[in-house]
């Protein structure tokens, strides 16, 4: 089944909370919810759809030290905090993984911190 390997992102929580930023097991690769904290700023910027952006370049980075490319992508599960956000994230969605069509899902519900406004976990499987 291949080594386990474990990539962290540099999070402060990743010990405390016990977690990393993504497992690679064998062929597949398994990313952790990522939320889209502007890293400029430090901030989670007011539209979801930058949020989703920012949530998505921390993914492509982990999954990119991990070995593997967006386009190995084959689940991705949404979470935001507002059905309304949905139209706001929706072309960011389609410019991400338009192409790739992975298998996903969509949860409507409250996150950790009342600024986030979208959380995104992907599976990637490459073999």
Known sequence: MGERRT???????????GYSRAVVQ????FVAGTTGKDPATDAFPPA????????????RGALEEAGFTMADVVRVTYIITDRAWMDDIM???????????????MIVAGLVNPA???EIEVTAFKG
């Open 48 to 59: 979801a759809a930058d949020q989703a952006r920012h949530a998505f370049d921390v993914i």
């Open 91 to 105: 072309p960011v969605l389609g410019e991400t993984f338009g192409a790739i069509r992975p298998a996903a899902t």
């Open 7 to 17: 990539i962290s992102g540099g999070s402060p929580y990743e010990p405390k909370l």
């Open 116 to 118: 986030m406004k979208v």
């Open 26 to 29: 064998g062929d597949w690769c």
